[in-house]
């Protein structure tokens, strides 16, 4: 029996030290059972190094002398103590990198700052403006392999990649798309070039989506994007006031022009209707008339006069003798 | 070799005990030598790595990319690491005039992989040299090709027609340049330039790319400038826009308005002349039978006047000659 042959020879060993050694009595009496505990911590130890758990949103990766040989999923794992060693990838967590910002604190309200982001944030358009473009890329391990041996800092390579296509993809554009209709355009495109460039890079990344935050025309010249709005509402403001005034005026003037018409009408058939009436009272006098004209005018005329005269203030009766009279007559008149 | 038994040990007299701790000095030694040994002739290939072994200095066979557990010959041997994963190279932001003299910085960035270790160890030695190395090529390179391109080649990847963006884009002209190269173009051109400037560097360039450009200070300060005054006219021209549409509609509405007006006025004027000049011909039709007729009308049109005109302030200075009173004078 080799084995128990070995452990003789190493309690033998263990005692040949303790008697070397210049101990105190109660020490000698514990220690030549000092191997049951050593064996006892031994194993707890190895236990300790060999079982692992693994979270629910990784997996586990397990290298051997340093070669890859598997993965684990989550729940508890066993490796080989000593040659086998594992490194814990979040493949399920959705992770997020953010671009022209900084979230300080998120919550029900996060807080964000700007301060140190302004170089990653403002980008020349095509049409050689400035823009400035906050964004936010959201992705997901999705090749423990190739994130942990393919390249070396792979998040720091998913940033410069963003950089490089948010830079790409804006700088053929003009500012005013980027700005305001080209918005949508600009993720999609941002998020399938940096799809395609961090599977040309192995980064084992998989990005879920891309995220256009503010975006703004640069700060000094904000002021002059908000007045151009400004003016805009000021047009449409002029346009209507005019139009609310048209509206206001021309139908109220063709309403009167009727009523000008209107009346003109009406006029026109009071006129002819009196001529009418008029024409056809004289033809009858005139038809009796012609019967017997001289007594006719003479009775007209005197009940003319005979209704006419009793209404004048002075009626003076003088024979033609009397014209003489009339000078003074007429001072008499002046001086009433 | 022998073992005395456990019992017999506990009764070792002092010359055993002397003997046995001797030998136990020598096992302990060979134990720690044996450990030696293991670590000297065995090393460590990561996933991340590559080796390359030398013996006094001098490096032996091909290096070894494979990861795993592998031997050595003890002491003379010794392991120089190198990493196989892609490696980073980020240049400082650069000043440099483009082709048309527009000063801008540009930021760039390069992943490179150690291909041929044992070529890397003897050019380069490690990392920090080939990064030294890699900036004088790709910032020289960088440099060559801004400063023969104009500043849109480099800002630009191919010609699309932008999206209009409405009326605002109407003013400023939604419009881009022709280019004739391109960003990707220009650092394909970067990255192969290099690529043959590194190659028997035992590294090779995976991808280049141009991560930020950016005016420098005192450009895009003026670049602002130019965006305000742009944006400034358009707001200028939409306000005088809105006021001349006003004014237009300011002018249709008094135009309408005379239109309407005058229209009535014409239309009421007709409407009433042809009424007069009926009733015209009714009366004409009427008063003009006959001579008599015309006397009877003037006869009767006097008497209604003197009807009508005749009131308390009126005198009348009546003869007794006239037809109403000369029977004042007698009966004849």
Redesign the interface.
């Known amino acids: 029996m080799p084995i128990f042959?070995n452990n003789?020879?190493l309690?033998?060993?263990a005692?040949?030290?303790i008697?070397?050694l210049d101990l105190p009595p109660e020490w000698k009496k514990i220690l030549p059972n000092l191997w049951k505990y050593l064996v006892i911590i031994a194993m707890i130890v190895f236990f300790w190094i060999s079982f692992f758990q693994v979270g629910p949103e990784e997996v586990g990766v397990i290298?051997?002398?340093?070669?890859?040989v598997r993965e684990v999923e989550p729940g508890l794992n066993f490796k080989m103590p000593l040659v086998e060693s594992i490194v814990r990838v979040p493949v399920e967590r959705q992770q997020k990198e953010e671009f022209g910002f900084r979230t300080l604190s998120a919550g029900v309200q996060s807080k964000f700052t700007k301060s140190g982001t302004t170089?990653?944030s403002?980008?020349?358009?095509?049409?050689?403006?400035?823009a400035d473009v906050e964004w936010v890329v959201q992705y997901r391990v999705d090749d423990p392999y190739s994130f942990?041996?393919?390249?070396?800092?792979p998040v720091?390579?998913l940033r410069?990649?963003s950089?490089?296509a948010m830079?790409?993809i804006v700088?053929?554009?003009?500012?005013?798309?980027v700005?305001?209709?080209?918005r949508t355009?600009v993720a999609t495109q941002v998020f399938e070039e940096i799809q395609e460039?961090s599977n040309?890079?192995?980064l084992g990344i998989k990005i879920e989506q891309v995220v256009l935050q503010d975006v703004n025309?640069?700060d000094?010249?904000k002021?002059?994007?908000n007045?151009?709005n400004?003016?805009?509402q000021?047009?449409?403001?002029?346009?209507n006031?005019?139009?609310s005034?048209?509206n206001k005026?021309?139908p109220k003037?063709?309403g009167?022009?009727?009523e000008?018409?209107q009346?003109?009408?009406g006029?026109?058939?009071q006129?002819?209707n009196?001529?009418?009436g008029?024409?056809?009272r004289?033809?009858a006098?005139?038809n009796e008339?012609?019967k017997a004209?001289e007594v006719t005018?003479?009775r007209?005329?005197?009940e003319?006069?005979n209704?006419?005269?009793p209404?004048?203030?002075?009626?003076?009766?003088?024979?033609?003798k009397g014209n003489n009279v009339?000078p003074l007559?007429q001072m008499q008149?002046k001086g009433q | 070799m022998c073992y005395p038994s456990f019992r017999c040990n506990l009764k070792d007299n002092n010359n055993t005990k002397e003997l046995m701790s001797q030998k136990l000095i020598i096992q302990l030694v060979l134990i720690i030598t044996a450990i030696i040994l293991i670590v000297q002739s065995t090393y460590i290939v990561k996933e991340t790595e590559q080796v390359v072994i030398t013996q006094f200095g001098k490096p032996i066979g091909e290096a070894k990319v494979t990861p795993g557990l592998k031997l050595k010959m003890p002491f003379v041997q010794k392991t120089n690491y190198f990493e196989k994963r892609y490696l980073a190279w980020d240049g400082d932001p650069n000043q440099v005039p483009t082709k048309d003299k527009k000063f801008i910085f540009v930021d760039c960035y390069a992943r490179w992989q150690i291909v041929d270790p044992l070529q890397f160890f003897k050019r380069l030695t490690n990392e920090r040299g080939a990064q030294s190395r890699l900036d004088d090529i790709l910032d020289g390179e960088t440099r060559d090709y801004i400063a023969n391109h104009n500043l849109e080649e480099i800002v630009r990847t191919s010609n699309r027609v932008p999206i209009p963006s409405g009326s605002i884009g109407e003013e400023v002209g939604d419009t881009l340049m022709n280019i004739m190269v391109g960003r990707e173009k220009i650092q394909d051109m970067i990255l192969e330039s290099a690529n043959n400037k590194v190659k028997d560097l035992g590294i090779a360039l995976l991808d280049f790319r141009v991560k930020r450009i950016n005016y420098v200070e005192d450009v895009r300060t003026q670049v602002y400038e130019r965006m305000k005054s742009e944006r400034y006219r358009i707001a200028d021209k939409f306000r005088a826009e809105g006021q001349g549409e006003a004014s237009k509609i300011n002018g249709e509405k008094e135009r309408d308005l005379k239109t309407i007006q005058s229209v009535a006025f014409r239309q009421a004027e007709e409407i009433m002349g042809k009424a007069d000049a009926r009733a015209t011909a009714i009366y004409a039709g009427a008063y003009n039978q006959s001579a008599a007729s015309r006397n009877l009308y003037s006869f009767v049109k006097s008497m209604e006047t003197f009807e009508q005109t005749f009131d308390s302030t009126t005198t009348v200075i009546l003869s007794t000659k006239s037809e109403l009173y000369k029977y004042l004078i007698n009966l004849e």
Not at chain 1, 122 to 130: C, P, Q, R, S, V
Not at chain 1, 171 to 177: D, I, M, S
Not at chain 1, 311 to 320: F, Q, S, V
């Open positions: 042959e003789l020879k309690i033998y060993m005692n040949s030290i008697d070397m290298t051997r002398f340093g070669k890859y170089d990653e403002l980008m020349l358009t095509g049409d050689l403006n400035l942990l041996f393919k390249v070396r800092d720091g390579s410069d990649i950089e490089a830079r790409k700088g053929n554009r003009t500012v005013n798309e700005l305001t209709v080209g355009e460039v040309e890079y192995s025309p640069p000094p010249v002021d002059a994007f007045a151009v400004q003016a805009q000021e047009k449409e403001t002029l346009i006031q005019a139009k005034e048209y005026v021309i003037a063709s009167q022009a009727e000008t018409i009346k003109a009408e006029y026109a058939t006129r002819v009196n001529a009418m008029e024409a056809t004289f033809s006098l005139y008339y012609v004209p005018k003479r007209i005329y005197l003319t006069m209704s006419a005269i209404k004048l203030g002075h009626k003076i009766i003088t024979d033609e009339l007559l008149l």
